[in-house]
T-cell receptor
Framework: DVKVTQSSRYLVKRTGEKVFLECVQD?????MFWYRQDPGLGLRLIYF???????EKGDIPEGYSVSREKKERFSLILESASTNQTSMYLC????????????FGPGTRLTVT | AQSVTQLGSHVSVSEGALVLLRCNYS??????LFWYVQYPNQGLQLLLK??????LVKGINGFEAEFKKSETSFHLTKPSAHMSDAAEYFC????????????FGSGTRLSIRP
């Protein structure tokens, strides 16, 4: 079974803090994704990566950056957290030609106060 | 551009009743369509997918969906709801199987009444 793990289930940070969300997958997938999930808005893609050190912006990249130094790990960085970044963050991975079949982690619920 | 619209943010059915979750898509090219399910406190998992071929696709846990090009729909059904079906369901679309990303709908929360 593919396993995607996220470093924290719940996280509380203060406005202006730098926040790191970590995601690790154990199936040697090339593609990795970061989404945020908000009620009524579904999932919105923040960034994705199709290989080590490669990344592309998704639909809502503003205020976020990512890092992929190793194939199995994809980090989402909030340079200066703001209250409007309070959300559920989901990480996913997939094989390169099966991007529709994504395997998701359990999510990190981030609250910025 | 592609998009999906899920009709009804919350659907409630009685245990044993028919489940029908509606999804309409917009795509300028033949779409690939998917349903994902998110159980409480878990990530999403793929329920079923339509790529090519048979328009009626079967997924896990007794769910199925039918691709209707003329109606631009991909509704999800299950003949008899079970309490364990309570979850949030997301319809999604992509252009082709190797696309780098998929577009998710806003989700429908399914509640099951005893």
């Amino acid at each position: 079974d593919v396993k995607v793990t996220q470093s924290s289930r719940y996280l509380v940070k203060r406005t202006g803090e730098k926040v790191f969300l970590e995601c690790v997958q154990d199936m040697d997938h090339e593609n990795m994704f970061w989404y945020r999930q908000d009620p009524g808005l579904g999932l919105r893609l923040i960034y994705f990566s199709y290989d080590v050190k490669m990344k592309e912006k998704g639909d809502i990249p503003e205020g976020y950056s990512v890092s992929r130094e190793k194939k199995e790990r994809f980090s989402l960085i909030l340079e200066s957290a703001s209250t409007n970044q309070t959300s559920m963050y989901l990480c996913a991975s997939s094989l390169p030609r099966q991007a529709h079949e994504q395997y998701f982690g359990p999510g990190t619920r981030l609250t910025v106060t | 551009a592609q998009s999906v619209t899920q009709l009804g943010s919350h659907v409630s059915v009685s245990e044993g009743a028919l489940v029908l979750l509606r999804c309409n898509y917009s795509s300028s090219v033949p779409p690939y369509l998917f349903w994902y399910v998110q159980y409480p406190n878990q990530g999403l998992q793929l329920l079923l997918k339509y790529t090519t071929g048979a328009t009626l696709v079967k997924g896990i846990n007794g769910f199925e969906a039918e691709f209707k090009k003329s109606e631009t729909s991909f509704h999800l059904t299950k003949p008899s709801a079970h309490m364990s079906d309570a979850a949030e369901y997301f319809c999604a679309v992509s252009r082709y199987s190797s696309a780098s990303k998929i577009i998710f709908g806003s989700g429908t929360r399914l509640s099951i009444r005893p």
